[in-house]
């Protein structure tokens, strides 16, 4: 869909205040910038803000909440803009996005009682930079695209990936949170909220802090966040499987995972291999060396470690249908080898032993530039996932390749290539088919993946045939996997909700933001919360 004309510059009163009180910088209104917020990785909406404020602080933050609710005008809260569900984008044209990216502080490392606490526009990357020399780091540390995601975003999706095959989702890191209800009222959960209290542990009558998780901003805006610390285990090593089928892989994927040994890991089919720009990161091998041989326990290991990955390339990823990539962490080396030849038993069970040079490179650069938001070519990408128990994970690979064998004429016809990834997340499958089509670049894409490495496509015409196929695959994806008992993370304005739930569940969850947001301002229409 065609974004509209820009309109021209308009300040209501409260938002004119607001200016003079935390800063005219911080409150834009140009059309160019609203019309730049009306786009996320995916969706091209028509609906721009009224404006957009850029808070530098808590207090900035809270400020801007109240003037909206002043106003009159719909909240929308915004992190990285590293998500695809409509999570951050304007549902009516008398709304605000306020952009927390400004929220940036480290707040508190506290080591001896394990917990840090950071304002909600830290990267993860600034956050893992924090803890270095600590010996300590959070149980989930973030994803890929941690160079720009940060963790408010991170909590209102409920992310997973580096830690989460063996420590879970972001969720199950988070101790407590600061937020900013659609008053302006600005509330603790955990301990944190008790008087005189540290922010060291969630618990102590209900779960507050489980309300604002997996929110996709519904109940309010975050401002910062306390997250548990672990101590850093001292061994790394890493493993690679090949395999025939996609049923071979998640078998594989699902024995391992009852194992826990496994700190994280991907699979991927040879199509995400070809496409996916994460992925080939691998293939600049030169680029890589510094980091590879880094991340050595010794230099001579490191320097090792680095002429296997410039020796290897990436050909040996294509020469099989799937891949398996898995990081295996222990606190001591007796331990590491002994999850090592478990998970190389099953591995071999069910495929075939490859090289380790992808996770290896992904763990010794983990935020590298978000490049995998487009395609090795510049194609538009986008995902679609869910989660189902270990014990489903055959059935709805089935499903999968079924109902994708049942699009590829279409899909074909479009010029649209799938791909997928799986991986757990503890004691779940987590299932990903992505899609990738020649569209138009976007202001978003140019601006995250680098105005340099998007020039040569920026003349692309846009394609709105093969953007509402894409539109329509993942809708019919996500009916499928609601179909097979799946659950999905990044509900926003984009996943089945209301029509999966128990109506009793629903009115619950109607009851909570009625108490939190009365006047259904806080992002209306995300988890299919209209407004009141």
Not at 81 to 108: A, F, H, Q
Request: with cysteine; glycine share 10%.
């Amino acid at each position: 869909m065609a974004l509209a004309q820009p309109t021209t510059e308009v300040r209501p009163p409260a938002f004119a205040a607001l200016g003079r009180e935390i800063g005219d910088d911080k409150v834009l209104t140009d059309a160019a910038t609203r019309a730049y917020y009306a786009n996320d990785v995916f969706w091209q909406p028509e609906i721009e803000p009224l404006a957009v404020i850029l808070p530098a602080t808590r207090e900035d933050a809270a400020a801007a909440v109240r003037a909206a609710a002043e106003a009159g005008v719909d909240i929308v809260p915004r992190g990285g803009g590293m998500s695809y569900t409509k999570g951050y984008l304007p549902s009516r044209p008398e709304s605000v996005v306020i952009d927390c990216r400004g929220l940036d502080r480290i707040v508190e490392v506290n080591a001896d009682d394990r917990y840090i606490t950071v304002e909600a526009g830290c990267t993860w990357e600034t956050v893992n930079a924090a803890l270095e020399g600590t010996g300590l780091r959070t149980r989930y540390w973030g994803p890929l695209s941690g160079v720009n995601a940060t963790v408010g975003g991170a909590l209102s999706q409920n992310s997973a990936f580096f830690g989460s095959a063996r420590h879970g989702t972001v969720a199950d890191t988070v101790l407590g949170v600061t937020v900013a209800l659609a008053d302006g009222r600005v509330v603790t959960t955990g301990s944190g909220g008790r008087v005189g209290a540290k922010p060291f542990t969630r618990y102590g009558g209900p779960d507050l802090t489980g309300l604002f998780l997996g929110d996709n901003g519904a109940f309010g805006v975050k401002l910062a966040a306390t997250l548990a610390l672990i101590p850093r285990p001292a061994e790394v090593d890493f493993l690679s499987f090949g395999f025939k089928t996609m049923a071979a892989m998640a078998a594989a994927q699902v024995e391992i995972a009852r194992t826990g040994a496994v700190c994280e890991g991907f699979g991927i089919d040879r199509n995400k291999a070809e496409h996916s720009a994460s992925v080939n990161r691998i293939s600049d091998g030169l680029r890589s060396l510094g980091n590879v041989a880094a991340s050595g326990k010794t230099l001579l290991s490191g320097l090792k470690d680095a002429a296997k990955v410039a020796t290897a390339g990436t050909s040996f990823i294509k020469a099989h249908n799937f891949t398996l990539h898995l990081v295996l962490e222990g606190d001591t080396r007796a331990a590491l080898d002994a999850s090592l030849a478990a998970v190389r038993a099953i591995g071999a069970r069910h495929g075939v032993e490859i090289d380790n040079s992808v996770p290896r490179v992904m763990r010794s650069k983990p935020f590298g530039p978000v490049r995998g938001m487009l395609g090795l070519n510049g194609e538009r990408w986008v995902p679609i996932h869910a989660v189902f128990p270990l014990s489903k994970a055959d059935e709805v690979v089935a499903a999968n390749d079924a109902y994708f064998a049942s699009q590829r004429t279409m899909m074909e016809a479009q010029g649209i290539t799938y791909s997928v990834m799986s991986m757990t997340v503890g004691n779940e499958f987590f299932i990903e088919p992505a899609f990738y089509w020649h569209d138009e670049i976007t202001p978003l894409h140019a601006r995250s993946v680098g105005a340099d490495t998007v020039k040569p496509w920026l003349d692309r015409p846009a394609n709105t045939a093969a953007r509402d196929a894409v539109a329509r695959l993942r809708r019919g994806t996500q009916e499928l996997y609601a179909g097979h008992g799946g659950v999905s993370w990044q509900v926003a304005r984009d996943y089945p909700f209301k029509e999966v739930l128990a109506p009793a569940t629903w009115s619950l969850l109607e009851d909570i933001k009625r108490a939190v947001d009365p006047d259904g301002r806080m992002n209306p229409g995300s988890l299919g919360l209209a407004a009141q």
